[in-house]
């Protein structure tokens, strides 16, 4: 699809934009790229345009590109992307590991029920239920995941049982994950250096101090970090240390350590720019996931879900999980999964 018509499609048909290889489409034609990037930034939220100038007299069009977007790809995704996404870091299965195949003409047929279910569900109370929903949501999270995060809350509250709490610490694992992590130079920077000045703690008693030339070295013996191979092979030294740590507000001071008085850093230095950049949380979430497997049966009319056991106590009538598959055909039976081994391979792509 040509940049024009991927950005008149999304502003004419508000589809739900399914990207797969963004890996090869960001590296490849600048100007598709740039389009395509334009459309995932701007696009985040409700109202977001993507201004473009064309014609003979070079008018300013204005096209509307909100929409729920699902990326794939292999590697990592530009930074501006990657901050507005829920990532999930999925793997290659084994040769042990079996999946059912997917068959496109099996499973628009099997769908159709469940499309049916989810617009008769979808009416105008429950619309506006979910339009002033003010789900809260967790402390461990950003600014912009809480804003990713309020949709799939607001749905998932008047549930009730365990889906409100599995959630939420579906979603603190997901962006506290390694996949989700904000990978820019300076922050890959000052997670190293908290790291160095966490190694060298004695006793519980934390380390005040570090000379620049000693820090320098500790990061460049870092194994798979860039710090060794920094300008061009010559390694970073303290001078482009130093380069790097300005834009943070930290610069060397003058520190009499084991050693001499040399010029270094400060503990202390650090500590407002860690919490802002690179926040370690001061709890461990417990997670508590449930499988959600569902099973296509083509076999006649009949689809099959798996589901979570109901609560027997009676929730909210604005969503019910079980009112999702009311509709002929359908039957649910129920299954719950949670041990460890389990909730971890949920998180790892299952789910």
């Not at 934009?17 to 459309?39: F, N, P, T």
């Not at 999930?88 to 997917?102: C, D, S």
Request: aromatic residues 6%; hydrophobic residues 35%; contains cysteine.
């Amino acid at each position: 699809m040509s940049p024009a018509a991927l950005v008149r499609t999304m502003d004419q048909e508000r589809p739900t934009l399914l990207l797969d290889e963004i890996d090869a489409a960001m590296g490849g034609e600048k100007e598709y790229s740039e389009v395509l990037r334009g459309i995932l930034n701007e696009g985040f939220r409700r109202g977001g345009n993507f201004r473009k100038v064309e014609g003979k007299k070079h008018e300013l069009r204005v096209f509307q590109v909100f929409g729920a977007k699902a990326i794939a790809g292999i590697g990592r995704i530009p930074e501006t992307v990657q901050s507005r996404s829920l990532v999930i870091e999925m793997r290659r299965k084994t040769r042990l590991e079996e999946v059912a195949a997917f068959r496109l003409r099996e499973v628009k047929e099997a769908a159709v029920p469940l499309v049916t279910s989810l617009r008769a569900w979808a009416s105008n109370d429950r619309l506006k239920y979910l339009h002033e929903a003010r789900p809260q949501t967790p402390s461990e999270l950003t600014d912009r995941q809480k804003d990713m995060s309020e949709p799939l809350l607001a749905i998932v509250d008047p549930a009730g049982g365990e889906w409100p709490e599995s959630l939420r610490g579906a979603l603190i694992t997901l962006f506290g994950s390694a996949a989700s992590q904000d990978d820019s130079i300076g922050v890959k920077l000052l997670r190293d250096i908290r790291s160095i000045f966490e190694e060298r703690e004695e006793d519980g008693t934390k380390l005040k101090g570090i000379h620049s030339a000693d820090l320098a070295a500790s990061l460049r013996e870092r194994e798979g970090q860039p710090w060794a191979e920094w300008a061009k092979g010559r390694g970073l030294d303290t001078n482009r240390l130093a380069r790097l740590l300005k834009p943070y507000g930290i610069s060397p001071l003058s520190l009499r350590l084991a050693g001499g008085n040399q010029k270094g850093y400060m503990r202390e230095s650090f500590e407002d720019t860690w919490g802002r950049y690179c926040p370690v949380s001061s709890t461990r979430p417990s997670v508590s996931v449930t499988a959600v497997t569902t099973r296509i049966n083509t076999d006649g009319d009949a689809i099959s879900c798996t589901v979570t056991d109901q609560p027997e106590e009676p929730i909210a009538d604005t969503l019910k999980p079980a009112s999702l598959l009311d509709c002929d055909g359908v039957t649910a039976a129920g299954s719950v999964r949670s041990t460890r081994e389990e909730e971890a391979s949920i998180l790892e792509g299952e789910l």
